[in-house]
């Protein structure tokens, strides 16, 4: 894995730079706008992969989710965070999230692991269980991250085994992101 994104140095460097340009400073306007639609998922546990700055975790944590973020390279303070190698989460934790919300991790990985990363994923949800993924940025561009999302992945590389109930380009996408985001939401099947 010679890439540098697979490194936690390399993501700690770009927090401690300030280079973290994914980085809203607050809760992700797609991801606020969901709780409150038709289309939010049942509260229960719930995993962030690659939380960050857990802007997001800490909104769905007061909203009444059960949730945990999940990040190798930064685990903000007063927030239910640990230090985990996203590629694990199937593993460590099975069958164990009724919600996974995905977002800027996926763009961040390597492409050649993003079929290991969604493995990681499906494994580590309920059955029944909904997968939030908010995709960015789709569409063409060269180098990374963030490295770009095909339309393709929706169903090709994150979908297998798992039913898309809804999916649409967000209105409310936050500045310079319009258009480039897809929001996804994913069921796995109940045994």
Known sequence: M??????????????REGSDRWD????????????????????GRTAFPGSGG????????DRGYDAVGFDFAIQ?????????????????YPD???VIV????????????REEYARSLR???????MLVALLFPVGEREGGPPFAVAESEIEDVLGPGLRIEHKETP????????????LVLYRAPRI
């Open 2 to 15: 010679g890439d540098p994104v697979s490194d936690a140095a390399y993501w700690e460097q770009r927090y």
């Open 24 to 43: 809203l400073g607050a809760p992700t306007p797609v991801l606020v706008d969901l709780l409150d639609s038709p289309q939010a998922p049942a509260r």
């Open 54 to 61: 857990g802007h997001d975790l800490r909104y769905w944590i």
């Open 76 to 92: 903000p303070e007063g927030l239910p965070v640990e230090s985990l190698d996203v590629f694990e989460l199937g593993s460590r």
């Open 96 to 98: 164990a999230f009724d």
């Open 102 to 113: 995905e977002y800027t991790c996926y763009c961040a990985i390597d492409p050649a692991r």
């Open 123 to 129: 494994g580590a949800l309920k059955p029944g269980g």
């Open 171 to 182: 209105a409310s996408s936050a500045e310079g992101r319009e258009g480039r985001e897809r």
